[in-house]
């Protein structure tokens, strides 16, 4: 049964159509992943089916009575309010049933005899309700979510405003898959996730009794996950009926398909077209050329196929530094109190090390000390004089109306435009992309502009934390190959083992 009807929905944003007249439904159970390169709208199709948004054209209609939870890592929450309280708030009418039982059972004492039996029935009916709801498993629903997410439950006393960007995400993720949702539309919910904390998620994911829709970039996840792939491809959505291994070979064996019929179509256009030429002028063949040309004019044209983006990706490196490149001290990092035992580490020359650990341990506190963005509690860190550091951080805020063309050419004032262009074609942001407002990209899109700034840097060091955040299949695989190329330091931070094993030399794990 159809639980979602997609109609003819057409959707433009800053002047690109993302969508033209696109279809789609989802059944009953479905277990569905939306994928495509970065910027072809994936996020945004979420939010229209959340109805956050509303299409150019066409219709959205959920079936009646439908639960939709969709997951907003940006959501706002309240910063006073404890975790326990965030997440509870999901099982409010299940308190209120009890409150309301509690209410009837002591209301036994003062109420007629007569009235009894009524009233206990009305309570024994609440509690069976209760129990259906299973209502008193309540607390080992939450831990089993907490500790899958790769949290503890002390977290649960915490008020939101103590929590890590990460920390925060996961339990946004929680509430959400604790909720009662019929559907659940999911955007990148690996995102601050650790490797045995995305095994746990697709695990909760494959037993889901209900549908979803997910996003995400991670393809052994969708593999672990999908039985339908939705794909954007040139304005539509086409839909895969089949897991994403399926998909993959179903789309190139369509990829072959499609363009075989466009040559095949252009070849006979073009002869077409010469023949009316020809013959449209001589009066013997004149009714034969215009029967041509209407001909021609209800031929319904086959679209190119599109070919994934070829990125050029490149950290070219300045003059070596010496043999010890960095050496922390007995470092302490954290803000209040210490987050980590002291740290004693030394990077050397060439060295390619993944900064790893769960989530909320400290990764990017570490990288915002060694920068000197934050001061250490104690202890200390050198960088050998001849350092020259290019770092890529995990979250940048860009100012409002900023393009990325203004972007890179206020960092490269002396390029002139058809360099800033091509920079940015290199690392797949094309005219109409260059030209838009930054904050109006999609955040795979906002990590190319990023990586094209560290193009002409020059260092010798580079320190990217958690670079292939947003990144699409493509995009990372060019990033990978980069970064094996670079011949300088590299310090990195991820928690994709499948993108940095083939890329470090070494791991340093962070434990509390």
Not at 16 to 36: C, D, I, K, Q, T
Not at 362 to 381: E, L, V
Request: net charge negative; hydrophobic share 40%.
């Amino acid at each position: 049964m159809s639980i979602l009807e997609v109609e003819n929905i057409s959707f433009s944003y800053s002047g690109e159509n993302l969508y033209e007249r696109a279809s789609m439904r989802l059944f009953e159970g479905e277990h569905a992943v939306l994928v495509g390169p970065n910027g072809t709208g994936k996020s945004t199709l979420l939010k229209l089916l959340d109805r956050s948004l509303s299409p150019d054209s066409g219709k959205i209609a959920w079936l009646p009575g439908k639960k939709v939870g969709y997951l907003d890592q940006y959501a706002k929450i309240s910063p006073e309010i404890t975790v326990k309280s965030y997440l509870y708030d999901v099982f409010l009418p299940l308190f209120e049933k009890e409150k309301q039982m509690e209410r009837l059972y002591e209301s036994v004492v003062h109420a007629p005899e007569k009235e009894h039996d009524r009233i206990l029935g009305w309570a024994a009916d609440l509690g069976e309700q209760l129990e259906k709801s299973d209502f008193y498993a309540i607390k080992s629903k939450i831990g089993n979510v907490i500790h899958g997410l790769g949290l503890t439950m002390d977290i649960l006393e915490e008020p939101i405003k103590h929590l890590s960007g990460g920390m925060r995400a996961k339990i946004i993720l929680a509430k959400l898959l604790l909720g009662d949702s019929d559907i659940l539309l999911l955007d990148e919910p690996t995102n601050f996730l650790d490797v045995k904390h995305i095994d746990w998620l697709a695990r909760f994911l494959q037993s889901y009794p209900k549908a979803f829709i997910v996003v995400s970039h991670l393809e052994a996840f969708l593999s672990e996950i999908a039985n339908t792939v939705f794909a954007l491809e040139n304005g539509q959505i086409t839909r895969y009926k089949g897991d994403y291994t399926y998909y993959l070979k179903e789309k190139e064996l369509r990829f072959e398909q499609q363009e075989k019929a466009f040559v095949a179509q252009q070849k006979f256009i073009k002869k077409t077209e010469e023949f009316i030429q020809k013959n449209l002028v001589r009066a013997t063949t004149t009714k034969r050329a215009q029967s041509r040309r209407k001909m021609l004019e209800k031929v319904e044209r086959i679209t190119a196929p599109q070919k994934s983006k070829v990125y050029h990706f490149y950290f070219p490196m300045a003059s070596a530094t010496g043999k010890d490149v960095l050496t922390t001290t007995d470092l302490e990092i954290g803000y209040q109190e210490p987050l980590l035992e002291p740290l004693n580490v030394a990077v050397l020359k060439q060295d390619k090390v993944a900064i790893t650990g769960k989530n909320g341990i400290g990764k990017s506190t570490f990288i915002k000390t060694i920068m000197g963005i934050i001061q250490p509690i104690s202890g200390s860190f050198k960088w050998i004089d001849t350092a020259k550091i290019a770092y890529f951080k995990q979250d940048e805020i860009f100012e409002d109306n900023i393009t990325p063309f203004h972007l890179v050419h206020h960092h490269y004032p002396h390029f002139t435009k058809k360099e800033v262009m091509s920079l940015l074609g290199n690392h797949g942001i094309d005219f109409d992309m260059a030209n838009r407002e930054l904050n109006s990209l999609s955040g795979g899109e906002q990590t190319k502009v990023r990586l094209a700034l560290l193009r002409h840097q020059k260092g010798n060091v580079l320190i990217m934390d958690e670079p292939t955040n947003h990144l699409d299949i493509a995009a990372k695989e060019a990033l990978k190959e980069a970064l094996i190329d670079y011949q300088g330091t590299l310090i990195l931070v991820s928690h994709e083992k499948e993108f940095y094993q083939d890329i470090c030399d070494y791991e340093i794990t962070l434990y509390e």
